[in-house]
């Protein structure tokens, strides 16, 4: 049973001129900004979907992205999963909370919501609906918020990497996986331009 039209859940976005959509989930936080660094040397655009509890502890990081030239959409304002067990009405309240607390740092307001865990139950599915969110997953993703980001991991994407993609990435990661994260990052940006993908952030 279908709860959401499909066309409400944004999981690939193919564009006139090919394009690959890197988003990074989770943040911000200190090592946002190496993620930025490495965007700006490769002068690649992407998206960033934000805890809010993170965004209000970080708004330098927030003002340096937009400034930067990316886009920025809410990740809910605490990444509780147990907000999924909450009624229709709580989770109308957490999804849009989340999106005016953005709004109160960024002067935006887009109703663009990427649930944490990608959990779209019939909850969050109808409240979206209702309340006219945009829901944003994705088409590729590495777990690397759990495990470290490796060469051989982009490699094996590259060899299937193709116009819309969007890629769920995380600039929020462990210590001890920072180096391998930013040099396969690295690694990543400069093979995709030598595809001619050009590297796009999601603009509404
Ligand atoms: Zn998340």
């Given amino acids: 049973m279908s709860f959401y039209p499909k066309e409400h859940i944004l999981r690939q976005m193919p564009s006139e001129v090919p394009s690959v959509y890197l988003t990074f ?9 190496h993620v930025l660094d490495a965007l700006a040397r ?35 304002i605490d990444h509780n999963y147990s907000n999924y067990f909450k009624s229709e009405d709580s989770v109308s309240i957490w999804i849009k909370k989340s999106i ?13 919501f990427r649930p944490p865990a990608g959990i779209i139950n019939p909850p969050v599915a109808r ?10 997953l994705w088409n590729h ?30 600039d929020h990661q462990k210590i001890k996986n920072q180096s391998s994260f930013l040099i396969s990052l690295d690694y990543l940006l400069t093979e995709l331009k030598n595809k001619k993908l050009k590297l ?3 603009n509404f």
């Fill in 25 to 33: 989930d989770d943040g911000p936080c200190d090592f946002t900004n």
């Fill in 42 to 76: 490769h002068n690649a655009k992407a998206t960033f979907f934000v805890i809010g509890q993170n965004a209000e502890k970080f708004p330098g990081i927030i003002s340096r992205i937009i400034h930067d030239g990316h886009s920025i959409f809410s990740h809910s």
């Fill in 100 to 112: 005016d607390n953005l709004e109160s740092l960024t002067g935006k307001n887009y109703p663009i």
């Fill in 127 to 136: 409240s979206a609906k209702t309340n006219g969110v945009q829901l944003i």
């Fill in 141 to 170: 993703r590495f777990f690397d918020s759990i495990f470290e980001l490796t060469i051989k991991k982009i490699s094996k994407y590259l060899s299937k990497a193709k116009n819309g993609d969007i890629i769920l990435l995380h």
């Fill in 200 to 202: 796009e952030k999601l």
